[in-house]
């Protein structure tokens, strides 16, 4: 496919673009924080990733090299139109190599591989306020924020315990980053949250319905919340990878009949696929 | 006598023509229970809420340990409220969060100050339950299943946790049935003797305030009219309208 002449570089007009990269580095400035910025209308419905979508139109340069994941997939419908729309209207290369890519829009994983310096993961978040379940008013939230006053998210985790014995938090499980500012990860799973810490990758987020924008700047502290006698554990499946047999990634359970088969594989495809070329390599 | 934990002067508070709060002075001492008595819109849940910063008033002072609390930056006047000061409302369910068990509804404060061990939390919580009267095997109920006057002794369980100096009561028994009220009053008797609180009731009930306060406020028209020992202004009042308010008092 080739690029559309009838767009601007990457979607968005340049003064929009301008207006979110303002908003970044604001973001960047303070990690953790919450920066609004005017969200536009995508081509794309909310919650298909329209926050996403905007930071990475203007963070996207012309010889970036671009990978979208949806649950760790490089291969679902939301992925493989995203880059087809930065193909179109940037011309810009996309890749589905962790290793390779520059920029790395994602829903709900981080990839399986170290991230490095120089790269970018912009997550698509569709509820930003890690405190919104709590407090349904946003200025009253913004005001805990503010004074750093955040019993009521460990009353949550408090809860959790009471009634299940654990912290039952799976995904969106909160994280305090920096020491100073209380972040919703996005819905990542819980076994994601330790890869935050001290990532030498910059990490933005971008929730276009709820129009906020917040990062976590290279190499920033970040800590998932727990209790001294209940601490933060990563959980994941207790099975081996059906294809090619890890045991220390995250795993989706797959039906594979109508009988109650099912195989638990990587949800990191590109990690996945290493893994079985390098065990076959090895053969 | 000691100095005052808490002193207002002169505190005006105008809601359009009508004056809510006018020319107000109040010393709350350590320890000590004042009950603020009067009809409705005489200004009491007024004077609380400006006291304990909820509210500006147009003018006048509120100090508290010496601190002008007017004056104080929003942080620290959040500090206080979960720490050294309580409220306790009126309605239990605007104190409680209806949605979070009895257990988690007492550890939000010890969570707020920093408490971050569960177990801790847990055992705290379940001898204040006991403080207040409430089985213990109740903790991880939510109050939206509790009656009302549990609903209200968790309210004062939650509150005293932190064990504050200073509480500040909104009529406290209103709502509930007279038996409740009874064991409601007693509870907040023994539990401000046992603490050393200081507290500050408004109620309309005059028979709660003979029993709980060593002081007692009128007020009318968003004026203090009459102040003195709880029993020389019940059992001798001096302006027109105690005299009115204290013979009002229906006797069973």
């Not at chain 1, 005001?143 to 014995?165: N, Q």
């Not at chain 1, 819905?187 to 994601?192: G, L, N, Q, Y």
């Not at chain 2, 500050?200 to 028209?221: C, P, S």
């Amino acid at each position: 496919m080739s690029t559309d002449a009838g767009y601007n570089f990457a979607y968005l007009d340049e003064s929009t673009k301008r207006m979110i990269r303002r908003a970044l580095l604001k973001a960047v400035a303070i990690p953790g924080h919450q920066v609004p910025f005017g969200s536009r209308e995508m081509p794309l419905p909310y919650g298909w990733g329209t926050g996403g979508i905007q930071v990475t139109a203007a963070v996207l340069g012309p010889r970036d090299v671009l990978k979208v994941i949806d649950q760790g997939s490089d291969d679902t419908t939301n992925a493989v139109s995203i880059r087809a729309f930065f193909r179109r209207t940037a011309g810009i290369a996309t890749t589905e190599r962790t290793a390779e890519a520059t920029i790395i829009q994602t829903r709900h994983r981080i990839p399986e591989r170290k991230l490095t310096e120089g790269q970018i993961l912009v997550y698509q978040v569709p509820i930003p306020e890690p405190l919104a379940r709590l407090e349904p008013r946003i200025a009253e939230t913004r005001r805990l924020h503010a004074m750093a006053d955040y019993g009521l998210m460990h009353v949550k985790l408090y809860e959790d315990i009471a009634k299940h014995g654990h912290i039952a938090t799976s995904y969106s499980y909160p994280v305090m980053v920096n020491e100073r500012y209380l972040m919703s990860p996005s819905p990542i799973p819980a076994f994601d949250n330790p890869k935050m810490h001290m990532m030498p990758a910059l990490q933005l987020f971008g929730a276009g319905r709820e129009k906020r924008i917040y990062a976590v700047p290279p190499y920033t502290h970040v800590r998932s919340l727990d209790f001294e006698d209940h601490p933060f554990r990563p959980i994941r499946a207790p099975h081996a990878c059906e294809l090619c047999g890890s045991r220390d990634t995250y795993l989706d359970e797959v039906l594979v009949d109508d009988k109650g088969g099912r195989i638990f594989v990587c949800s990191d495809t590109d990690h996945c696929q290493e893994r079985q070329a390098m065990k076959e390599a090895a053969e | 006598m000691s100095t005052p934990l808490m002193e207002a002067r002169g505190l005006q508070l105008r809601f359009g023509r009508v004056a809510a709060l006018d020319d107000v002075a109040i010393d709350i001492h350590p320890g000590e229970v004042v009950a603020i008595v009067g009809e409705s819109g005489s200004g009491k849940t007024t004077l609380l809420r400006v006291l304990s910063g909820l509210m500006r008033p147009d003018a006048g002072a509120v100090t508290y340990r010496g601190e002008d609390v007017l004056a104080m930056p929003e942080a620290a006047r959040r500090r206080l409220m979960r720490t050294e000061w309580g409220f306790v409302h009126q309605n239990p369910r605007d104190g409680l969060r209806l949605g979070v068990t009895a257990g988690g509804n007492i550890g939000e404060r010890l969570m707020a100050v920093g408490a971050r061990h569960y177990g801790n939390i847990r055992a705290e919580a379940t001898e204040w339950l006991k403080r207040v009267e409430i089985d213990p095997a109740r903790m991880d109920d939510i109050p939206g299943k509790f009656s009302g006057g549990m609903q209200q002794r968790l309210q004062i369980a939650r509150v005293l946790v932190t064990r504050p100096k200073l509480v500040f009561m909104d009529e406290p028994t209103g709502g509930l049935d007279v038996s409740v009220q009874a064991r409601l009053l007693d509870l907040i008797r023994a539990l401000v003797a046992d603490l050393g609180l200081a507290v500050l009731i408004v109620t309309h009930d005059i028979a709660a305030a003979r029993l709980l306060a060593h002081r007692i406020l009128v007020m009318r028209q968003g004026q203090v009219v009459e102040e003195g020992l709880t029993d020389r202004v019940l059992d001798d009042p001096q302006h027109a309208y105690t005299q009115l308010l204290v013979s009002s008092v229906l006797a069973a």
